[in-house]
Structures are given as C-alpha cells and as structure tokens.
C-alpha cells in the first residue's frame, strides 16, 4: 500500500469543526471515532470539497486518538505460549464485546503474539491469526486471516493494537514465497475506522452474526502480487478507482 498523505491539525479540526464536533459532548478517543463515522456520508462530501482521501482523514483521526490514550505502558510482542501466558480473560472479554456472545468454534491453527507489560507482566492485548488455503472455493486462494485482535479498553489508542498488528505482517510476510499475499478480515464495526488507518480496503460484503453484531469482510495486501489479487477483486466489485485514491494504491 501508498504511504499515506499527512494532513495538518488545523485542517483535520476544520474538518471536524464542519461536522459539528463538540467536545464537552465528545469526551474521548473512542467517541470521537464513533462521532467520525456515524457522519461517514457528510465527512465524504467535506472530504471532496478540500480534495482529502478519506483514508488520510482516518489515520489522522486515529492519531488523534492514540495522543490521548488513557494509559501507558511499556510493552514487549512475544509469541503466545500456553504455558507462559494466560489470556482466557482477554477472549472472553473478545467474544463479550466484538462478537456479542459465545464465538462459534473454528477449524483454524492459529498462531498468536500477546503484549506483554515489562513492569507488571500483565497480558493487555494479543493477536490471533492463521495461514488459510482456499484455493479450491475462494478467488484469493491462499491468505492470511486475521480471526482476533483485542486489546484492553483502558489501553487502547496507544499504539498496541498497531504494534500487534504490524508484528502479524513481519511474521506473514515470511510466508510470501508459499503464496500467501493478502490478510483477510472480518472487521467489526466499531474498529472500522482503525483498519482504515491501517490500509485495509472494503471488498462490498458484510453481514450481522446472530447476536447482531456487524462486519465487514476487508483486505489488505502484503507485497505487489497481493495488489494484484485485490486489484482484480476491487475492480470486479466496481470499487478500484475509489479505494485507489484513498490509499495510494
């Protein structure tokens, strides 16, 4: 993916001033990302007007966000292991506010990186992934799928989840001369606006689990043949020539 194209403080709270934030009403990171997207429609239309992507729009918001953080810790990535770390706490909570209720058992290997804090040895985040083969049944073939990243409330917007997430790519990237190109997710709602901020584009489906909570199935490339693969995919759908222009693709 493109870098992105920083904007300036004066022109992001311009932005937000047109949209009508308010922050006595607004109080903190997370609601002003909520406050962002609920206005997706108007932000595009004020976006068009000053000729910002709005996925530069989006990583300016979430950078926002991550200054006023509210707390800090000095964290180490480490690969998981049953017998060093326990995140049943983490995955219950996971499942509790992203998926709504109990997750549906899965026939995944995953492969997973927890973030660890020096001080205390408390678990504050971790990352779930596995290698998939669908080369049979699906038009990507072989990917990376992204099945959890959690990370605690009083935590987050301080880079962990960033931090989780680019330790995923250094360890898929690995697997490039296998095949495997592009990381799949199904993201829910409430984290859109964080993997706009990380390069993911929207592939058009989505779909609401049974406790009606919902996603959307987004993509990402990892090297020039994964922007490939998505190319072919975004034009099918009909969606290249925006997504292009919001990330640099």
């Known amino acids: 993916m493109g870098e992105f194209n920083a904007i300036s ?34 932000l595009e239309s004020i976006l068009a007007e000053q000729d910002i992507a709005l996925q530069d729009f989006t990583a300016w918001v979430y950078g ?17 292991n049953v017998r060093d770390h326990d995140i049943a706490s983490l995955q219950t909570a996971f499942d509790a506010e992203v998926v709504g209720g109990e997750k549906e058992q899965t026939d ?39 099945d959890e990243l959690y ?33 799949l997710t199904d993201a829910f709602s409430d984290a859109y606006s964080f993997f706009d901020s990380l390069g993911y584009a929207d592939i058009g489906n989505s779909w609401s689990n049974a406790y009606g909570h919902k996603f959307y199935e987004r ?20 969606m290249s020539e925006e997504y292009s222009e919001a990330s640099g693709f």
């Open 9 to 42: 403080d004066n022109i992001g709270k311009e932005v937000l001033d047109r949209l009508g934030y308010n922050s006595d009403v607004v109080s903190n990171s997370d609601e002003l990302l909520d406050f962002v997207w609920e206005r997706k429609e108007s």
């Open 64 to 80: 926002c966000s991550q200054e006023n953080g509210t707390k800090q810790a000095n964290i180490e990535i480490s690969e998981y």
């Open 108 to 146: 995944l290997d995953p492969i997973r990186y927890v973030a660890v804090d020096n001080e205390t040895g408390e678990i504050l985040g971790y990352i779930s992934f596995a290698f998939c083969d669908k080369s049979e049944e699906n038009r990507i073939g072989k990917f990376v799928y992204l």
């Open 151 to 183: 990370v605690r409330p009083e935590y987050r917007k301080t880079d962990i989840g960033t931090k989780l997430h680019d330790t995923m790519i250094n360890h898929a990237k690995a697997w490039s001369d296998e095949g495997f190109h592009c990381i």
């Open 219 to 238: 993509i990402k490339s990892l090297d020039a043949q994964g922007r490939s693969i998505l190319s072919e995919i975004l034009q099918e759908e009909d």
